[in-house]
């Protein structure tokens, strides 16, 4: 059998002791690290925002300078989830509760635009959800109605939006699928959920040229652009789509 001398052995000690405290002291700086990362942790919003403007919304086509500007100052990040923040200038929808979800940044982006808005216009929301749209609508028309049927959610889209001064906003909760008429007529409606079938109401709720952006279907979806005219209904079919269902009473 060999044997390592005294000191060879001791020095075999000393190493093992130094390699033990090495390693403790590398785990609780990796422990430290990873707590501040997560307390720490304060992404640049701002330049998420200007990211996302430019990439994908202003990237993917979107010209109307009204629509940019609204998407470049309203904060995204507050009308999710705090533990999702982190993932609120993706261009993807993100849960917001109640099996209901926030769209992604172009969709808003994308169906605004398409509704030729002017700031001295009247807009009627069909799902209020998060409150990300409304605010989008508030900062180019002069006034937006907006409906949601789940309470929970509306109370914490009005929370928000009044914590961030808009004031001209009127919130409902209930029935999307009757629209609003004793605020009707409106210059445009945007809805932002899915019924099988395009709500009359709604279009009898449009004005003379007014304008109502849908998406329709249930497996399959359709973005639908209708415009009320004197000798009727233009509809124009835009681009495939997948929304929650419309909730509706009716």
Known sequence: MYFLPERSQNNGRFCQILLIILLFISACLVKNTEGKSAVNSNPDYEQARKNMVEYQIKGRGIKDKMVLAAMLKVPRHLFVPEEIRNLAYRDEPLPIGYGQTISQPYIVAYMTEA????????????????????????????????????????????????????????????????????????????????????????????????????????????????????????????????????????
């Open 115 to 250: 509704l030729k808005l002017q700031p001295g216009d009247k807009v009627l929301e069909i799902g209020t959800g998060s409150g990300y749209q409304t605010a989008i609508l508030a900062e180019i028309v002069s006034q937006v109605y907006t409906i949601e049927l789940i309470p929970e959610l509306s109370l914490q889209a009005q929370e928000t939006l009044n914590s961030l001064g808009y004031k001209n906003i009127e919130f409902l909760i209930g029935d999307g699928w009757k629209g609003w008429p004793e605020k009707a007529p409106f210059e445009a409606i945007l809805v932002s959920a899915a019924p099988d079938k395009v709500p009359p109401a709604l279009v009898e709720q449009l004005k003379i040229n007014g304008r109502l952006i849908i998406p329709v279907g249930t497996d399959s979806q359709e973005l639908v652009l209708i415009r009320k005219t004197k000798k009727g209904l233009e509809e124009t079919r835009l681009i495939g789509v997948r929304f929650v269902p419309l909730i509706t009473t009716h």
